[in-house]
T-cell receptor, first 105, second 115 residues
Framework: GIQVEQSPPDLILQEGANSTLRCNFS?????LQWFHQNPWGQLINLFY???GTKQNGRLSATTVATERYSLLYISSSQTTDSGVYFC???????FGTGTRLTIIP | EPEVTQTPSHQVTQMGQEVILRCVPI?????FYWYRQILGQKVEFLVS????????KSEIFDDQFSVERPDGSNFTLKIRSTKLEDSAMYFC?????????????FGQGTRLTVV
């Protein structure tokens, strides 16, 4: 099956810093979503982005489907951004291993 | 805004017992999914369901598991004879369609603890 790798596995930043999270996948995909898992375990939809670029406030995402990767950008980090960020690809949503982001006040 | 709802939010059960996890997908969605997340690990696909039948299942989804849409709104996951290793967060999800252009939405999860 398709392999999904995320990097870095852990990221600790000061409040206000910017970050880039990466998702690599091993085969072409029709679907790609980014999620934020908050400290209560809920999976929050961030972006549906099988290709192209989208922005939503301080967050933006870019998927280069031909090169099999996606990037999630978080600008001006806030403590509420802490949690685990997952990308998931393809029709049945194969999840990556996640990036744990910790924002320090 | 429409959302996927799951009940219960927490369930504790004794090893060997049967549990039923319940989900109400978004009303106009046609595809339904169950996923599992063992503590500290990634989210794993279990099964997808469309038109009252399983459309795909993972190797995790063995004879211990079953899914059902008992009425027009509920979608359930049954785990027979639970084992300690079934302890996990279980997520239900739904989507309008399948394939390109389709976004899936997740419920808040049911945390299952088998003791």
């Amino acid at each position: 099956g398709i392999q999904v790798e995320q990097s870095p596995p852990d990221l600790i930043l000061q409040e206000g810093a910017n970050s880039t999270l990466r998702c690599n996948f091993s085969d072409s995909v029709n679907n790609l979503q980014w999620f934020h898992q908050n400290p209560w375990g809920q999976l929050i939809n961030l972006f549906y982005i099988p290709s192209g670029t989208k922005q939503n406030g301080r967050l933006s995402a870019t998927t280069v489907a031909t090169e099999r990767y996606s990037l999630l950008y978080i600008s001006s980090s806030q403590t509420t951004d802490s949690g685990v960020y997952f990308c998931a690809v393809d029709e049945k949503l194969t999840f990556g291993t996640g990036t744990r982001l910790t924002i320090i006040p | 805004e429409p959302e996927v709802t799951q009940t219960p939010s927490h369930q504790v059960t004794q090893m060997g017992q049967e549990v039923i996890l319940r989900c109400v997908p978004i009303s106009n969605h046609l595809y339904f999914y169950w996923y599992r997340q063992i503590l500290g690990q990634k989210v794993e696909f279990l099964v997808s369901f469309y038109n009252n039948e399983i459309s795909e299942k993972s190797e995790i989804f063995d004879d211990q598991f079953s899914v059902e849409r008992p009425d027009g709104s509920n979608f359930t996951l049954k785990i027979r004879s639970t084992k300690l290793e079934d302890s996990a967060m279980y997520f239900c999800a739904s989507s309008e369609d399948r394939g390109r252009g389709t976004e899936a939405f997740f419920g808040q999860g049911t945390r299952l603890t088998v003791v």
